[in-house]
């Protein structure tokens, strides 16, 4: 098939003629003449955000969400009715409560290989092609944020690029990155100076690039009112050197310097707010892209690895394995593009797929992750009503997929819904859909349910006081004094417990982790003496890290189980304390219960597969190897170099991992009982001054009690229904 022409003819008619002819179809009535024919004679649209004219094709893929976006709504309804029962306490917690929901952004992270299509899948799917700049210096190392919003915010399109700080490139200009500190560490002189060599060169036509304020720079932020695809390959596109700063758009004049860059749009199409974190693939030449990527995995949920339909998970992709090793299955989807490249995809499919299983349950990864196949390609081209411009290789794929999609009984769908759907961005979304509607949007939901039943508690406390004034009976059994001392008992109490169950775990867990890797080191000696015992200096040896991961994944998530477990219990606790003091402060008889806050997530341990020595069977290695004479001499400086390469992961998972689950979790009681305060005392303040009133106050608040009830038994009902 020389062009698209060749099937349909060069009339515009039904490309379903030519499948048919193929494919015995034409009953199916499925033709692409639609889209492809009624362009004919037409130039290829530019990518501008105004030539995109099938936008509506971003509302697919959003089914799953509709559980999550419907408890969402009742929420906002339950938080607006409470809003309006209670006083200037509650209203302003319910307001809260409410911006909080309503501002939840679940975040995706999109990891892979250089030149896979992974920026190409993220410009389709936010509806702009050509956003962001696909064909980058490999020494670019952005992290982009696209932040897309379904409400039109006050500005329409915004943009914010900070800058490395100053330490951060002095690093990278000192030791020349990651790759710099290995073949230090090796005494790989010759690698060291190539690093050295490329880090000269840059940094020199960075100081071409902005002159004098290049030390100035860094550690800063330049933030826009709008932006177009100029303006961000300005910060994240390297080009050509530049002179003096004459103010121009010049590609490429602050991209050796940017470290993020987040960028605002509106997007209708999309039922909620969502973050899209497209990252520099890992393969680049100071491994400084790796470390970036390990701290964007960290602040997302969800983690799409974008891989070649070429080359899925081929050796140089094991450091991707490693990386999303550490992250649990259901967080991981695992994109395959480029499929418009095979020849026969519905063929070849199923083998890719088949082999990218068998790769990860060989190399430890996630074995169950969702894998999805797709074409960024046609999804550009679906978006911008260019398919009649598809490559004629191209056309052959999409045909070949398609007449297998209608053999298998596929729906019937317009030509334009069916080439959308086969470039996989809507099975992207809905997979993206059902996880932030069973994770992190059900945790939301929760939470904010939680907070919102007390909420309704406090004010059916309320009414019982008004109730006992209006019947001459005590209202309070404490007054405002008493109640501010017990609540910082408790809370005190709470914090103390917490931070004593939290020492003895990272205690426990820290001698985990020095254990594990004594003995890793060790056994890597020993292994080492063997094979020079065995066969000699002559023959080079070699010891896999793999163990040493595992037993510090184990390490990890055993204490991430065991911390969770702690807090939740001190959470319960001090709830349950709170609610014996309603019941004390209001002589209620009935069951009082505060349901706890939530216990703080536990991120997962990325920095366990950042790329170690032992990854590198290069050039670097058998140079270390030759260069060293007598068993000592091997097993010292092994085990040093080792220990100096593991020493920063270990510390990371000590000190990091260890301290930001610790610091959450005190962070969320503190926050759990101010509010608890900040409730407490406004109902005993309003409890305190209640007189008794006509029989129209009875009943309104016996009206307000009915509807707290409801509310309350609302909220209870959905936390049950997200958990």
């Known amino acids: 098939m020389k062009n698209w022409e060749s099937v ?6 039904s490309v379903a003629e030519g499948i048919s002819a193929r494919g015995e179809l034409s009953s199916r009535k499925w033709s692409l003449s639609v889209v492809m024919n009624k362009f004919c004679g037409m130039e290829v649209a530019e990518t501008a955000e105004n030539a995109v004219v099938n936008r509506h094709l971003l509302a697919t893929g959003f089914n799953r969400l509709e559980r999550f976006l419907k408890n969402r709504s009742d ?25 909080k929901v309503e501002e939840f952004e679940p975040s995706v992270t999109f990891i892979g290989q250089v030149k896979a299509g992974k920026t190409t899948l993220v410009n389709a799917m936010v509806g702009r092609p050509g956003l962001l700049p696909a064909d980058v210096n490999p020494w670019t190392s952005v992290v982009t944020s696209l932040h897309l919003d379904p409400h039109p915010p006050k500005q329409v399109n915004t943009a914010v690029f900070r800058f490395f700080e100053e330490d951060e490139w002095s690093r990278l200009l000192a030791m020349g990155g990651r790759l710099g500190e ?70 490429g004049r602050f991209a050796d310097i940017t470290k993020s860059a987040d960028l605002y749009m509106h997007r209708p ?32 949920r969800i983690c799409v690895v974008v891989l070649s339909a070429h080359q899925a998970l081929s050796t140089v992709d094991m450091a991707l394995v490693r990386l999303i090793s550490n992250i649990q299955s259901r967080e991981v989807i695992i994109f395959i593009n480029r499929i418009d490249e095979l020849p026969d995809p519905a063929r070849q499919i199923p083998e890719i797929r088949e082999a990218v299983h068998e790769t990860l349950r060989k190399h430890d990864g996630p074995a169950d992750a969702q894998i999805i196949f797709g074409s960024a390609y046609w999804a550009t081209h679906a978006l911008t009503d260019t398919l009649h411009t598809l490559s004629s290789d191209s056309a052959e794929s999409l045909i070949k997929l398609a007449e297998s999609e209608l053999e298998a009984g596929a729906d019937a769908e317009s030509s334009l819904d069916l080439v959308w759907r086969l470039s996989g961005v809507p099975a992207l979304y809905e997979a993206l859909s059902e996880r932030i509607s069973e994770g992190a949007g059900r945790e939301v939901v929760e939470g904010a ?46 914090l103390r417990e917490l931070e004593e169950e939290f020492s003895a775990a ?39 890290p793999d163990g040493l991961r595992l ?17 939740r219990q001190v959470f319960e606790s001090t709830a349950a304390e709170i609610g014996g003091l309603y019941r004390r402060a209001f002589d209620i008889e009935r069951d009082f219960d505060i349901d706890p806050p939530q216990t703080p997530r536990v991120p997962p341990p990325v920095v366990i597969g950042q790329t170690i020595a032992l990854d590198i069977k290069g050039n670097w290695w058998r140079n270390w190897w030759r260069r060293r004479r007598g068993y000592h001499t091997y097993t010292a400086e092994f085990s040093e170099m080792i220990r100096q390469e ?61 509807r707290l009830q409801a509310i309350e038994g609302a909220m209870a009902s959905m936390t049950r229904d997200a958990a």
């Open 506 to 544: 990272i205690e426990a867990y820290h001698l985990r982790l020095e254990r594990c890797h004594r003995n890793f080191l060790d056994r890597a000696a020993l292994s080492l003496i063997s094979h020079l015992e065995e066969n000699g200096d002559q023959a080079i040896w070699s010891y896999e």
């Open 8 to 13: 349909v003819g060069s009339e515009p008619h």
């Open 646 to 706: 593991t020493d920063p992961i270990i510390q990371d998972l000590k000190a990091t991992l260890s301290s930001s689950v610790r610091l959450e979790a005190a962070a969320t009681l503190r926050e759990f009982i101010a509010e608890q305060r900040a409730v407490l005392l406004s109902v005993t303040s309003a409890g305190a001054t209640a007189t008794p009133g006509s029989e129209d106050w009875l009943a309104r608040r016996r009206s307000t009690q009915v």
């Open 449 to 494: 349910a939680r907070q919102a039943s007390n909420l309704a508690k406090a004010l059916q406390a309320r009414s019982v006081s008004s109730f006992l004034a209006q019947s001459g009976k005590p209202k309070l059994r404490m007054d405002e004094a008493a109640i501010r001392t017990e609540l910082r008992r408790i809370e005190a109490g709470g």
């Open 75 to 99: 929420l906002s309804g339950s938080l607006d009715e409470l809003a309006g029962l209670g006083g200037k306490s509650t209203r302003s917690s319910a307001i809260r409560l409410k911006r």
């Open 182 to 251: 290995l073949a230090s560490r090796a005494g790989a002189q010759e690698e060291m100076e190539k690093v050295r060599q490329q880090v000269e060169a840059m940094r020199e036509k960075s100081r071409v690039r902005l002159g004098r304020r290049f030390e100035l720079l860094l550690g800063q932020e330049h933030e826009y009112g709008s932006f177009d695809e100029q303006l961000i390959e300005r910060y994240v596109c390297l080009g050509d050197d530049f002179g003096e700063d004459d103010g121009t758009m010049a590609q």
């Open 551 to 567: 037993l510090l994944r184990s390490a990890y998530q055993v204490f991430g189980a065991r911390v969770q477990s702690l807090s």
């Open 269 to 300: 199409e999309i039922p909620l707010k969502l973050c899209l974190r497209d990252t520099p693939g890992v393969n680049d030449t100071f491994m400084m892209r790796e470390q970036i990527t390990i701290g964007a995995i960290r602040e997302s």
